[in-house]
Nanobody, 124 residues
Framework: VQLQASGGGLVQAGGSLRLSCAAS????????MHWFRQAPAKERQFVAH????????NYADSVKGRFTISRDNAKNTVYLQMNSLKPEDTAVYYC??????????????????WGQGTLVTVSS
């Protein structure tokens, strides 16, 4: 299993970024996909997930209305569109696949595979 996240960078508050996570080595279309983030000296926290099939989404309250998770099963890729970014969104963002097909979770400990992370820095 490989998950390759990209798209991070430095952006001013109020700006936007789109993260991508390219997956390989498993049947992507059957797995729930997730984004988590980890700020310095803080625990990894749930950001969003999307189910396989119907693509039902779920968000942390802190990003609801600003971030959008989506997936393209033909490209084996999951995205995180981040708008109206705030300095408190600064973190390393990780994509993750659920532990087994069709499972989604808000708990980092439940994840089956992780990408390497991409740094998002939001300046004030």
């Amino acid at each position: 299993v490989q998950l390759q996240a990209s798209g991070g960078g430095l952006v001013q508050a109020g700006g936007s970024l789109r993260l991508s996570c390219a997956a390989s080595g498993f049947t992507f279309s059957t797995y729930g996909m997730h984004w988590f983030r980890q700020a310095p000296a803080k625990e990894r926290q749930f950001v969003a997930h999307i189910t396989p099939g119907s693509g039902v989404t779920n968000y942390a309250d802190s990003v609801k209305g600003r971030f959008t998770i989506s997936r393209d099963n033909a490209k084996n890729t999951v995205y995180l569109q981040m708008n109206s970014l705030k300095p408190e969104d600064t973190a390393v963002y990780y994509c993750a696949a659920g532990p087994t097909p069709y499972i989604t979770s808000r708990r980092a400990a439940d994840m089956g595979s992780w990408g390497q992370g991409t740094l998002v820095t939001v300046s004030s």
